[in-house]
Every structure is written in C-alpha cells, then in structure tokens.
C-alpha cells in the first residue's frame, strides 16, 4: 500500500509539470511566455509548445478587429461643420509591443480613437466640404483622403503600439442644418453676455470688499499705534522713575551697575577701543579712580598705622603736606 501511494504521489506531480509544461497555441492567438513577468519569447506558430513550470502563458487574438465608435462632428472650412461616421479595421501585429503599449483591446481602441480622429479632424479642416459630398467627379475627393488618413494612421499605430491598420471607411456623412450655426452663435453671444454681466458685478463686489477691508485696515492700524504709543510711553516714564529711584538710593552703586551693563553690551573678543587714559567708561578696569567712600576718623589709631607710616616713609613716599 505505500508503494502504490508513492506511485499515485508520483503521477500526480508528472500530470502537474506537465499541464504546466506542455502550452497549446491556437490558431486564432498569439502566444507571449513571460519568466517573473518579463516576455522572453513569443509563439506565432499554432500547435503544441513547451516551457518551464515557472514560466506564464499571455494570450493575445490576432484576429480581425473592428473599432464602431460613434458619429463625431468635425470642423470644417469657413465654420461647416461636417458629422462622420467612420469604423477601423486592425488587428495585432507585434503582440509584445502590443502588450507593453496598449494591454488590452479597450486599451488599443482608445488609441486609435485618439489617432484617428485628429488625422480625420486634420484633412477636414483643411479640405473643403465638397471634397467630401459632391456630384462632380473632379471635386470629390473622399476616396483619397479616405486612404491617406489611413496610411498616416497605420504607419503611427504599427510603429508605436504594433497595431496593424488595415482599413478606415466612413459609413455615413451628414450635413448638419443650416441653423445650427446661427443657433450657436446667438447662443454664444448669449452666454458672453451673460457672462460679462455677472464679470462686472464681481469686480463691482470685489471693489466694495476691498474698499471695506482698507477702511478696516486703516482704523486698526491707528488704534493699534495709538495703544503701541501710549503703552511705551508708560513703560519709559514707570522706567525712567525706576532710574531715579535707583540712582538715588545709592548713586555710586547705580554708576557701578550702569558701568557694568556697558561693558557687557559693546565689549566682546571682536570689540577695539581707543579711549584715553583718564576716560570715565574705563575707571573700573583700570582703577584709576574708585568710588569714594566717606571718610570716618577713628576713636584712636591702632599699633599697625605706625608701622604703615614708617614703611611707607622708608620706601621713598612724600609725605601729604609736601604733596
């Protein structure tokens, strides 16, 4: 019994890499074999094919297709509108471009349309009207713009999506009444005025909003300068009676403070004074002069004043009265 299991277990997986092996292409397709989703090769042949388990399977119909959009209206010379109704014959040529371009046949039909219909819209307005409806044989010219607008289209839809165009053919052309032109300029005169009435309404409303706004704006800004002004002109008078109070108090700590405050505002490792030597602004780092402090007269002069008198006397200083 475990032998036939390992059998069974066998064949199942030789049936599994060969469905997924063996590749059938059919007549009416082309096949694209893509490795991780890169197209590697392309099989054109109908009949039975081989490719690894880890490869896939793009099929792609090569048969004849045809594109029946609608009825569009084309601009034609000196404003004659002209209506056409026109189908694509195409198919697939180079499936691998086919596929990069367009993926799809929706996709395909989307740019034919758009080919199509601007070569179409191109030879209309450049030919009259009666090269396209005409009783005399020497002014109809539909054949030959017929197959120039699908040469010009073929050529673009081969080389840029391998599409292959074989026939554009016009199924009906239509006139469209007389009126319709005249119609559509009354309504487009209609809708210019109307617009240009709504137009001038709007910079009439733009006009009192802007004007409001500067209003606005004015005021504000002269209350807010006016509230500005008033504020620091309390905070210098409530500053400048901080000063006075301060500076009477003790003047010379005041001087002292000031002083200091200067010095950490203009002196820096890029700051080059010249001042003289008796300036006041360098008193405290020279010491030439120092605050003055009132002088008190002792009860009675201790032993260490005599010997500072002697020293100094000793060392060569004059006395007071000589000075």
């Known amino acids: 019994m475990r032998r036939i299991g390992w059998i069974a277990i066998c064949l199942v997986a030789a049936a599994i890499v060969s469905y997924r092996t063996v590749l059938f292409v059919d007549e009416t397709e082309f096949v694209i074999v893509t490795q991780f989703g890169r197209p590697v090769r392309t099989l054109r042949q109908a009949g039975l094919h081989l490719k690894w388990p880890y490869q896939s399977a793009i099929r792609v119909d090569r048969r004849l297709q045809i594109y029946d959009p609608r009825a ?29 371009t367009a993926g799809d046949v929706a996709g395909a039909q989307e ?95 733009a006009m009192k909003i802007r004007a409001q706004a500067n209003k606005e704006r004015t005021k504000t800004l002269a209350e807010a300068y006016k509230t500005a002004e008033t504020t ?35 002196l820096d490792d890029k700051t080059t004074l010249l001042l003289s030597a008796d300036s006041d602004l360098l008193k405290y780092l020279t010491g030439s002069t120092a605050p003055a402090r009132p002088a008190q007269r002792p009860a009675s002069r201790p032993a260490g004043a005599a010997r500072d008198q002697s020293a100094d006397s000793h060392s060569g200083a004059e006395p007071a009265e000589k000075k």
Not at 138 to 151: E, F, G
Not at 250 to 266: G, H, M, N, S, V
């Open 72 to 100: 569009s209206e084309f601009l034609g010379q000196k404003k004659k509108n002209v209506t056409l109704d026109v189908f694509v014959c195409w198919r697939v040529d180079d499936p691998q471009r086919f596929l990069e």
């Open 111 to 205: 740019r034919l349309h758009d080919d199509v219909f601007s070569e179409l819209a191109g030879v209309v307005g450049r030919n009259p009207r009666e090269a396209l409806v005409s009783t005399e044989p020497q002014v109809h010219k539909l054949d030959a713009l017929v197959a120039s607008v699908t040469d010009s289209c073929a050529r673009q839809a081969l080389a840029e999506y391998g599409i292959r165009i074989l026939d554009v053919r016009l199924k009906r052309i239509s006139l469209p009444k007389q009126a319709r032109e005249s119609v559509f300029r009354r309504m487009r005169d209609e809708r210019a005025r109307i617009a240009s009435q709504y137009r001038a309404e709007g910079d009439e409303e």
């Open 232 to 266: 620091r002109g309390d905070a210098e008078a409530k500053a400048i009676a901080i000063y006075t109070k301060a500076h009477g108090k003790d003047p010379q700590f005041y001087e002292l403070r000031r002083t200091l405050e200067a010095y950490r505002k203009i």
